[in-house]
C-alpha cells in the first residue's frame, strides 16, 4: 500500500515524499506530484509541519470510535447501503452508539433509508452535528449539505476526497463517543476509497493490532452472486489485501427471493389473477402450506459463489440475504427492519451478521461482560 504520508492524489504503491525514491520509484510513473516530489518540495519543514497537523486533527476526531466499519461493494445496485444501514439500525437497537457515515457521494441513498431525508446538518463550535435517527443513531451524509436532495454531485477527486476528510475530522460524534461508525463508501475502488484507508491510517495509527496496520477496523463486502458482480468485487478484495484492511466478511445479498406462500400472487396462464381462489383452496386442503415460505433464485450463481470465493481469500462468509419486499420496505420507510419485521425471510440471516460483526469487533463493555463470565464472578 501507499505510504500513508502520501499526497492526497498520489499514486498506489506510493513511497512516500520523504523517500529517497521519491518522484524516482516505478510507482511515481504518471503521478500528479512526480516533479515537486523528485525537487523535494513535499519534504520541506512547512510540508511536514502541515502534514502532521492534519494528522493530529483526524486522530483527535476519531479518538472516540471503537470501530470503524467500511462497507465496499464491487458495482452499484448489490445492496450496500442497505445492509450499511440495517446493520447500523441494528447495532443501534442493541444499545450501542452507531455512526453512518455516507461517503457514496455520488449516490447517497443513506438519509432515505435512514429515516432523516431532508435535514440539514448544523456546525456548532464542536463541529458539524450529525442528524439523528434515534438516540443511539448519528447520521451524516453528503445530502445533508446540498441545498436540494435529488441534486446530483458531479465532483472531481480532489474536492471528494477533500469533503471525505473533513467529514471524518469535523463531524462532531457526540461526548460520549461511538461504539461503531459505519461507513457507506462509494462502488468499486477508487481514489476515494484509497483516501478514506489513507485518512484512516493518519487518524487511528494506534490501532496497530498484530498484522492489521490499518485504521479501519475492517471491512464488510457485499456482493450479488452472479459473476458480474463477483468480478468486481473480488478486485475489492485485493484492494483491503494491499490496504491491510481486514475483510471482516461477505455478504450475498438478493440470492434467492422468497415470500410467504400467503403473500404470493397467482396467475393463470392468461395472466388474470387467481390469487383468492388459490388462497381459499390451499386454506382448505393443506392450510398449513399458506404460513410455509416459498423461494426461488433470481441471480444464477456463478462457480462456488460468494462462499467460495470467501474461502478463496480466506476471509469469513457472512451468510445470505434473500430479496425480501420487507427489507426493500424498511429501507424505504427508513425504518429498522429486523426490529419491525422480524418474522421476514431476511431477518434472522442479518441478525446473524451483526453477531458476526460484534463477535470480530467486540466494544470494551462486551469484552468486560465477557471477563466477568469467565472469571465465575457472578456478584
Ligand atoms: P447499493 O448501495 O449497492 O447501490 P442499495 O442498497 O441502494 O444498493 O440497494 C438497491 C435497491 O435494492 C434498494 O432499493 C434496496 O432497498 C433494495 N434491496 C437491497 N437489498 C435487498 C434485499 N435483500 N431485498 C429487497 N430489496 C433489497
Known amino acids: 500500500m501507499s505510504s500513508s504520508s502520501a499526497p492526497e492524489n498520489a499514486n498506489v504503491g506510493c513511497v512516500g515524499p520523504a523517500s529517497q525514491e521519491a518522484g524516482k520509484s516505478s510507482a511515481c510513473a504518471g503521478c500528479p506530484n512526480q516533479t515537486t516530489c523528485a525537487s523535494g518540495?513535499?519534504?520541506s519543514p512547512e510540508a511536514i509541519a502541515k502534514k502532521q497537523h492534519e494528522a493530529s486533527v483526524l486522530q483527535n476526531a476519531l479518538s472516540d470510535v471503537s470501530h470503524v466499519v467500511l462497507v465496499l461493494s464491487g458495482k452499484g445496485g448489490v445492496g450496500k447501503s442497505t445492509v450499511s444501514t440495517q446493520i447500523a439500525q441494528s447495532l443501534s437497537s442493541r444499545g450501542y452508539s452507531v455512526g453512518l457515515l455516507d461517503v457514496d457521494i455520488c449516490g447517497p441513498s443513506i438519509p432515505r433509508m435512514?429515516?432523516?431525508?431532508?435535514?440539514?446538518?448544523?456546525?456548532?463550535?464542536?463541529?458539524?452535528q450529525p442528524v439523528y435517527a434515534n438516540p443511539n443513531l448519528a447520521v451524516m451524509s453528503i445530502s445533508f449539505l446540498l441545498e436540494e436532495g435529488?441534486?446530483?454531485?458531479?465532483?472531481?477527486?480532489?474536492?471528494?476526497?477533500?469533503?471525505i476528510k473533513q467529514f471524518l475530522t469535523e463531524t462532531d460524534w457526540g461526548d460520549d463517543g461511538l461504539d461503531y461508525l459505519i461507513v457507506d463508501t462509494p462502488p468499486g475502488t477508487s481514489d476515494e476509497h484509497i483516501s478514506?484507508?489513507?485518512?484512516?491510517?493518519?487518524?487511528?495509527?494506534?490501532m496497530v493490532n498484530?498484522?492489521?496496520?490499518s485504521g479501519a477496523s475492517g471491512a464488510i463486502v457485499v456482493t450479488t452472486p452472479e459473476e458480474m458482480s463477483m468480478a468486481d468485487?473480488?478486485?475489492e478484495l485485493n484492494f483491503c489485501k494491499k490496504t491491510d484492511v481486514p475483510v471482516l466478511g461477505i455478504v450475498e445479498n438478493m440470492s434467492g427471493?422468497?415470500?410467504?406462500?400467503?403473500?404470493?400472487?397467482?396467475?393463470?396462464?392468461?395472466?388474470?389473477?387467481?390469487?383468492?381462489?388459490?388462497i381459499a383452496l390451499l386454506r382448505e386442503k393443506c392450510p398449513e402450506v399458506l404460513s410455509m415460505t416459498a423461494s426461488?433464485?433470481?441471480?444464477?450463481?456463478?462457480g462456488l459463489g460468494p462462499k467460495g470465493m470467501a474461502e478463496r481469500f480466506k476471509c469469513p462468509y457472512l451468510g445470505k440475504l434473500p430479496l425480501d419486499k420487507n427489507l426493500l420496505k424498511a429501507c424505504e420507510e427508513g425504518s429498522s427492519f429486523v426490529e419491525n419485521y422480524p418474522e421476514s425471510p431476511a431477518a434472522s440471516p442479518l441478525n446473524k451478521i451483526v453477531d458476526s460483526l460484534i463477535l470480530a469487533l467486540p466494544v470494551e463493555d462486551d469484552i468486560d461482560d465477557v471477563a466477568m463470565e469467565g472469571s465465575g464472578d457472578d456478584t
Do not use: E
Open 196 to 206: 478514506i484507508v489513507q485518512y484512516l491510517n493518519d487518524a487511528r495509527p494506534m
Open 257 to 278: 427471493l422468497q415470500v410467504k406462500v400467503s403473500d404470493l400472487q397467482f396467475r393463470r396462464d392468461d395472466a388474470s389473477d387467481c390469487t383468492d381462489d388459490v
Open 41 to 43: 518540495a513535499f519534504n
Open 233 to 235: 468485487v473480488r478486485k
Open 296 to 302: 426461488t433464485d433470481v441471480f444464477a450463481t456463478s
Open 150 to 163: 435529488d441534486a446530483a454531485v458531479v465532483w472531481r477527486g480532489p474536492r471528494k476526497n477533500g469533503l
Open 114 to 128: 435512514a429515516g432523516v431525508i431532508g435535514q440539514t446538518v448544523h456546525q456548532s463550535a464542536q463541529g458539524w
Open 210 to 213: 498484530g498484522s492489521n496496520n
